[in-house]
């Protein structure tokens, strides 16, 4: 059930990490609401962040906020309730709260993160899509960012599939207007059809900021079990899920490609660096 309390909290502009500290020490956001100024700098936070956490602009107008998330089934869950996946538990920074819509229970299940080049050829397209309705069509649910390229067919094959699901994770909020990019409204839309997932650790509001896709991916790292790089240039954000996958100890794999082609020195120098080839679905379950 959603609380005002949570609602609060997590709209507070104070950093992620900040927000878990205090759930951490004190337990719960209506502890935090009810702290004095001289308990907050008796706790050791400075004085910009307690000035945010008693702002009273924070506190009002919760009950719409509330009846919002309620009419359109966002779920608000902070990392300490027990619907908190157990697989972002243990990550590095682990968003303190997570905005859901669809079927909770699939950020519970079997995992594999498809990503890659958001210019994707027409190639990297067809064997994204190929790929993730055949680990689809193995009950296993693929993990994406909702980009053009890669990420939109990521999701488009999971789609294909009447089997495994598929999870889109946000670098905006959740809501129907705050879609990024635009163009894949449609398939935001069909995700939640078909059973699928969105999430964010973003308020909703957020815009589509640089630096939110970078910090989403650690999300789609933590999720998956496998990670799979289909083309990648030699500076894509794809990497940055990489190095979070391994910082994770996930296994990551990627697509060998054409030496000529941008969208392969990513995922070659991967290999080369000791990343598992992938040349078919039976790949990941040996």
Same mark, same amino acid.
Do not use: C, M
């Given at each position: 059930m959603i609380n005002e309390y949570d609602i609060?909290?997590?709209?507070?502009?104070?950093?992620?990490?900040?927000?878990?500290?205090?759930?951490e020490y004190y337990k719960s956001s209506k502890t935090i609401w009810n702290l004095t100024k001289k308990e907050?700098?008796?706790?050791?936070?400075?004085?910009r962040n307690?000035?945010?956490?008693?702002?009273?602009?924070?506190?009002?107008n919760l009950d719409i906020y509330i009846k919002y998330l309620e009419n359109n089934k966002i779920k608000l869950i902070p990392f300490n309730s027990e619907e908190y996946p157990n697989s972002l538990k243990n990550i590095t920074n682990r968003p303190a709260f997570l905005y859901i819509r669809g079927r909770v229970e699939n950020l519970y299940d079997d995992c594999i993160a498809i990503v890659g080049a958001r210019q994707a050829s027409n190639y990297g397209e067809y064997v994204a899509r190929k790929l993730a309705k055949e680990i689809s069509d193995r009950n296993v649910n693929v993990v994406s960012g909702l980009a053009?390229?890669?990420? $939109? *067919?990521?999701?488009?094959?999971?789609?294909?599939?009447?089997? =495994?699901k598929t999870i889109a994770v946000l670098g905006t909020g959740v809501s129907d207007n705050e879609v990024y990019p635009f163009q894949n409204k449609k398939v935001f839309e069909r995700i939640l059809e078909s059973g699928g997932t969105v999430v964010s650790e973003f308020k909703l509001g957020t815009k589509?900021? $640089? *630096?939110?896709?970078?910090?989403?991916?650690?999300?789609?790292? =933590?999720?998956?079990?496998?990670?799979?790089?289909?083309e990648a240039r030699e500076n894509s954000?794809?990497?940055?899920?990489?190095?979070?996958?391994?910082?994770?100890?996930?296994?990551?794999?990627?697509?060998?490609?054409?030496?000529?082609?941008?969208?392969?020195?990513?995922?070659?120098?991967l290999i080369e660096e000791g990343a598992f080839i992938f040349s078919n679905v039976n790949d990941l379950f040996y």
């Open positions: 609060w909290f997590s709209n507070t502009n104070i950093s992620n990490s900040n927000k878990l500290d205090l759930l907050l700098i008796k706790y050791g936070l400075d004085e307690i000035n945010i956490i008693l702002d009273k602009k924070f506190r009002i053009i390229g890669i990420d $939109k *067919y990521a999701h488009l094959g999971s789609l294909d599939s009447n089997i =495994g589509p900021e $640089k *630096y939110n896709f970078p910090l989403r991916n650690r999300i789609i790292s =933590g999720l998956s079990k496998k990670i799979i790089v289909v954000g794809s990497l940055i899920t990489v190095d979070y996958a391994l910082e994770q100890g996930k296994d990551v794999f990627a697509v060998p490609g054409n030496i000529t082609s941008k969208n392969s020195v990513g995922t070659n120098k």
